[in-house]
Nanobody, 123 residues
Framework: QVQLVESGGGLVQPGGSLRLSCAAS????????MGWYRQAPGKQRELVAA???????NYAESVKGRFTISGDNAKNTVYLQMNSLKPEDTAVYYC?????????????????WGKGTLVTVSS
């Protein structure tokens, strides 16, 4: 099994900043990519940002220039620095990790999600 633990959510005023962290642990053989998704009330979950083990990044248009994703491969950890936050950034933010995990018998692909952390942007 693999566990993802997110932290760093909270309440912040418009224009403020927050930093989210997500640490993956467990029977991990390798991680190919980690990412952050978010889901606002009444909306579908959407990709916010993702990063590969090689450092390539991808961002949603709505957060480009404001959010920065980074990772620490040695710690299986990904971060999301969120600046210039807007009320429309309010959502539950979920961490995702994809790669390969080992079992007692073999290696197999993995795709895990964290439980989510709430980010509220409001004055």
């Amino acid at each position: 099994q693999v566990q993802l633990v997110e932290s760093g959510g909270g309440l912040v005023q418009p224009g403020g900043s927050l930093r989210l962290s997500c640490a993956a642990s467990g029977s991990i053989f390798s991680i190919n990519a980690m990412g952050w998704y978010r889901q606002a009330p009444g909306k579908q979950r959407e990709l916010v940002a993702a990063i590969t083990s090689g450092g390539s990044t991808n961002y949603a248009e709505s957060v480009k220039g404001r959010f920065t994703i980074s990772g620490d491969n040695a710690k299986n950890t990904v971060y999301l620095q969120m600046n210039s936050l807007k009320p429309e950034d309010t959502a539950v933010y979920y961490c995702n990790a994809g790669g390969v995990q080992h079992t007692p018998f073999d290696l197999r692909g993995m795709d895990y999600w964290g439980k989510g952390t709430l980010v509220t942007v409001s004055s």
